[in-house]
């Protein structure tokens, strides 16, 4: 897991993060200052918090050897900011990846427009 992701399409870097316990046994949390990414996807509407009802929305993430996950990002429904976190996927893809506290997850932003997922994930194991 060591090392940037292996692609041969043009990704840009939105954020890491270190995981926590809640990240690895809840949700992870969104950076807020990243929701504009999550919102714009690849440059098109696949990915609008405000028009989903429930302030929920799917979308498509690959994993460093291009395995497809299906995750949900939900939002606050109140309030001055949105919170997004990940949640529905998210354990799963924790779980299938063996991830633990301390690893980093490095999130990109995919701009292939022929991609069915927006977004690439890549883990670093913790030392």
Not at 69 to 88: D, E, H, M, N
Not at 91 to 96: D, S
Request: glycine share 6%; net charge positive.
């Amino acid at each position: 897991m060591a090392g940037a992701p292996n692609a041969n399409y043009p990704l840009e870097f939105l954020f890491s993060k270190t995981l926590t316990s809640s990240d690895i046994t809840r949700r992870l949390a969104w950076p807020t200052e990243h929701v504009d990414a999550l919102i714009e996807g690849v440059g098109r509407p696949a990915i609008n918090l405000n028009a989903m009802p429930g302030h929920n929305v799917q979308f498509q993430l690959s994993d460093e050897n291009g395995q497809s996950w299906a995750l949900r990002c939900f939002t606050r429904q109140t309030g001055p900011y949105l919170k997004p976190v990940i949640s529905a996927g998210w354990v799963e893809l924790v779980r299938a990846k063996n991830l633990r506290v301390g690893d980093q997850v490095f999130f990109y932003r995919n701009r292939d427009p022929a991609s069915q997922a927006p977004f690439v994930v890549h883990f670093v194991r913790a030392t």
